[in-house]
C-alpha cells in the first residue's frame, strides 16, 4: 500500500529565510508525487508534481521538489518565505493502482511566517 | 473559469440528524471526488465518480453515507443518521479525466460540519 509521512507537523519560519517541509514516502510502484497547500477557508491548491521526469520539480510561488528515489523522499523547499506562505502543506502521493488517480494525502505540515 | 462550487459552507447538526452536502463541478469535468478532512489530518477519499457511474467508494461508510452523481453533472453526499465523528470538513473536487498524473484536481472550499 502506498503512503506518505510528513515528519513535521509544524514548521515556523522567519520571513526571507529558507523553507524545507519534509516528506517521505513509501510504494511499491513508481509514484507520482505532489504538493498541495491549503489557506485558511480556501480550497487546496496544487504547488507541483512529480511524474517521473526531471527529479527537481518546481512549482508555483518558487517552491520546489525533489524526488530522491533513494532515501524515499520528496521534500519540499524555498529560498526565501514569505508572509502570504502561510499555510498548511499537503505531501500527496497517487495511487497506481487500478489507475483510479485516488490521491493519499499525509497528515499536513503547518507553516508559520513571522515578520 | 468557476472553480468548483460547493453549499452550504457551513453546517451545525445534532447526532442521528441527517444532512446533504452539494458540490458543483467545473463545467466537463468527468471525474468527481468527496474528501472528508478530519481536523489535524490529511484529506480522506470517500467517493470517486465517473460521469455518473461509481469508481471507488471502498472507504465510504455505507451503512450511513450515501453520494449520487445524477446526469454526471452535480452531485449530492447525504449523511444519514450523523455521528459526532462524522464532524469534518467535507470536499469536492474535479478533474478533467482519472488519471490524476496527467489531470488535476481542482478543489472546491469545502462545508464544515459540526455534529453536536
Known amino acids: 500500500a502506498q503512503s506518505v509521512t510528513q515528519l513535521d507537523s509544524h514548521v515556523s519560519v522567519s520571513e526571507g529565510t529558507p523553507v524545507l517541509l519534509r516528506c517521505n514516502y513509501s510504494s511499491s510502484y513508481s509514484p507520482s508525487l505532489f504538493w498541495y497547500v491549503q489557506h485558511p477557508n480556501k480550497g487546496l491548491q496544487l504547488l507541483l508534481k512529480y511524474t517521473s521526469a526531471a527529479t527537481l520539480v518546481k512549482g508555483i510561488n518558487g517552491f520546489e521538489a525533489e524526488f530522491k528515489k533513494s532515501e524515499t523522499s520528496f521534500h519540499l523547499t524555498k529560498p526565501s518565505a514569505h508572509m502570504s506562505d502561510a499555510a498548511e502543506y499537503f505531501c500527496v502521493v497517487s495511487e497506481l493502482k487500478s489507475n483510479t488517480g485516488k490521491l493519499i494525502f499525509g497528515q499536513g505540515t503547518t507553516l508559520q511566517v513571522k515578520p | 473559469e468557476a472553480g468548483v462550487a460547493q453549499s452550504p459552507r457551513y453546517k451545525i447538526i445534532e447526532k442521528r440528524q441527517s444532512v446533504a452536502f452539494w458540490c458543483n463541478p467545473i463545467?466537463?469535468?468527468?471525474?468527481l471526488y468527496w474528501y472528508q478532512q478530519i481536523l489535524g489530518q490529511g484529506p480522506k477519499l470517500l467517493i470517486q465518480f465517473q460521469n455518473n457511474g461509481v469508481v471507488d467508494d471502498s472507504q465510504l461508510p455505507k451503512d450511513r453515507f450515501s453520494a449520487e452523481r445524477l446526469k454526471g453533472v452535480d452531485s449530492t453526499l447525504k449523511i444519514q443518521p450523523a455521528k459526532l465523528e462524522d464532524s469534518a470538513v467535507y470536499l469536492c473536487a474535479s478533474s478533467l479525466a482519472r488519471d490524476s498524473t496527467s489531470y488535476e484536481q481542482y478543489f472546491g472550499p469545502g462545508t464544515r460540519l459540526t455534529v453536536t
Open positions: 463545467s466537463g469535468h468527468a471525474t
